[in-house]
């Protein structure tokens, strides 16, 4: 079908019968390229928080450098604690929506680690297995600590009260709330949670109950 024609005879003729092919081609691999190096860019999780309904007084990004520095997380790995999201203090249903799907994609991504809500929703959501049993990641000497301030759920501690974290009034969450807080069941840092439940009850609030 090209014999006897010229370049830019040739050129014509295949992006007016071929144009659209071409270039669904090509978005396929303008796109395949774009995910390959945003995945190449993209730094390894090491830990990721949610403190529903907070109101954090202290900048999102201080709070993952000054627990990144505790834990002694290298830069290269990713830290993120949220304290902006709201579910039941939202303002608009729409938000705390929006709030909600960022908990469930989280959590369904295997990326969460630790979340706090409002006594209320960490209740209505523990009755869905969320939350792991603290027996079996937590010391037992800080469990004996804590034994007045743990939410127990069929006799399994599962929570536990903001109140007894004071790092949490450092950093400006849940000052006039009562609040709970939990290692997801399927996190895949549980020693990373861990270390930043006791980073909050130790740390960052100096004196022990």
Same mark, same amino acid.
């Given at each position: 079908?090209? $014999?006897?024609? +010229?370049?830019?005879? /040739? #050129?014509?003729?295949?992006?007016?019968?071929? /144009?659209?092919?071409?270039? #669904?081609?090509?978005?396929?691999?303008?796109?395949?390229?774009?995910?390959?190096?945003?995945?190449?860019?993209? /730094?390894?999780?090491?830990? &990721? %928080?949610?403190?529903? *309904?907070?109101?954090?007084?202290?900048?999102?990004?201080?709070?993952?450098? !000054?627990?990144? #520095?505790?834990?002694?997380?290298? &830069?290269?790995?990713?830290?993120?604690?949220?304290?902006?999201?709201?579910?039941? *203090?939202?303002?608009?249903?729409?938000? %705390?929506?929006?709030?909600?799907?960022?908990?469930?994609?989280?959590?369904? +991504?295997? =990326?969460?680690?630790?979340?706090?809500?409002?006594?209320?929703?960490? $209740? +209505?959501?523990? &009755?869905? *297995?969320?939350?792991?049993?603290?027996?079996?990641?937590?010391?037992?000497?800080?469990?004996? =600590?804590?034994?007045?301030?743990?939410?127990? @759920?069929?006799?399994?501690?599962?929570?536990?009260?903001?109140?007894?974290?004071?790092?949490?009034? $450092? #950093?400006?969450?849940?000052?006039?709330?009562?609040?709970?807080?939990?290692?997801?069941? +399927?996190?895949?840092?549980? !020693?990373?949670?861990?270390?930043?439940? !006791?980073?909050?009850?130790? !740390?960052?609030?100096?004196? @022990?109950?």
């Amino acid at each position: 079908m090209f $014999k006897g024609k +010229n370049a830019k005879e /040739k #050129a014509v003729y295949f992006w007016m019968y071929y /144009k659209l092919p071409f270039l #669904a081609v090509l978005a396929a691999v303008l796109i395949t390229v774009y995910w390959v190096s945003a995945a190449a860019g993209e /730094k390894e999780l090491a830990f &990721k %928080a949610l403190l529903f *309904d907070s109101h954090g007084g202290t900048q999102e990004e201080i709070l993952d450098e !000054e627990f990144r #520095a505790y834990a002694g997380i290298d &830069k290269s790995r990713e830290v993120s604690i949220f304290t902006s999201f709201l579910l039941s *203090d939202s303002p608009t249903g729409t938000y %705390a929506m929006t709030s909600l799907s960022r908990f469930y994609v989280e959590v369904g +991504n295997e =990326e969460l680690d630790v979340c706090g809500m409002l006594e209320a929703d960490f $209740k +209505n959501y523990a &009755k869905a *297995d969320c939350f792991m049993d603290l027996r079996s990641c937590l010391g037992k000497e800080m469990l004996e =600590e804590l034994k007045e301030y743990l939410y127990c @759920r069929n006799g399994v501690p599962i929570g536990i009260d903001a109140k007894a974290l004071p790092g949490l009034k $450092k #950093a400006g969450c849940y000052e006039d709330e009562t609040a709970l807080l939990g290692i997801l069941y +399927n996190s895949q840092h549980v !020693e990373t949670a861990v270390q930043y439940l !006791e980073y909050l009850y130790n !740390e960052m609030g100096g004196n @022990r109950l």
